[in-house]
């Protein structure tokens, strides 16, 4: 006979650690080796596990019951089977619970049970159970406070910076489109500057460049006047 008692520490509340540890396909994803079968009419379920003691491996195939206490957070487990050859038959009966933990927000599991055993390989699997036991209880407690960490809250998004975009180009000049009153860039203002004063300075030279033009003329004709 094998016996099993262990307490588990889970870093989250009761009520999450039942939901999982009372869902039999969110368990057996807990337990490697371990498949879920189809289920029955009085809510048994057929289940295997594939257990490996030193260089053997042996896979057992087993009819589940469970029978839970949602207020107490209390379950009990029954289960009957036998290896794939029928050489070595089993019985397991497993009682657990789950309590608050020592501090807020955490959870204790705690399991007790018996596993009989019948046949061929029954002293083999006695002999090395100790040593598969400790290793599936680690195993599966990593798997379950996996399991039963709450996912975290996904943070908002962050605010959009402002975009300024450059002005379209006017299609016939080229030349950016203005934007409302009072947003005018600098650059168009200081650009208008200097063109008016540039075509001031031409304007300037164009007039200085015709008055002596309008002199000598003057003067042709006062020598043609004088001829």
């Known amino acids: 006979m094998i016996s099993i008692t262990e307490e588990i520490a889970v870093p989250s509340p009761p009520e999450r650690v039942w939901q999982v540890i009372s ?9 490697g080796g371990a498949e879920l079968g189809p289920s029955h009419d009085d809510g048994s379920f057929d289940g295997t596990l594939a257990i490996r003691f030193g260089g053997l491996r042996v896979k057992f195939a087993a009819r589940v019951s469970l029978d839970l206490d949602e207020p107490e957070h209390r379950g009990v487990l029954s289960a009957r089977g036998a290896d794939g050859q029928g050489a070595t038959r089993f019985s397991a ?9 020592e501090t807020p927000g955490t959870s204790r599991v705690f399991c007790d049970g018996e596993i009989k055993l019948n046949g061929k390989l029954a002293k083999l699997i006695e002999s090395g159970a100790g040593m598969v036991v400790s290793r599936m209880t680690k195993e599966f407690t990593e798997q379950l406070v996996s399991a039963c960490a709450v ?7 962050a605010p959009a910076e402002p975009t300024t975009q450059a002005p379209a180009a006017h299609p016939a000049t080229g030349r950016g489109t203005p934007g409302p009153a009072g947003a005018q860039p600098r650059s168009t203002g200081l650009f208008a500057r200097l063109r008016a004063w540039w075509a001031g300075r031409r304007g300037g030279r164009t007039a200085q460049a015709a008055r002596p033009s309008e002199n000598r003329n003057g003067e042709v004709l006062d020598q043609g006047g004088r001829r």
């Open 23 to 31: 869902d039999p396909s969110a368990v057996v994803s807990c337990i």
């Open 93 to 101: 009966g497993a009682t657990f619970r789950v309590s608050e933990g």
């Open 151 to 157: 996912p975290a809250e996904p943070l908002p998004p």
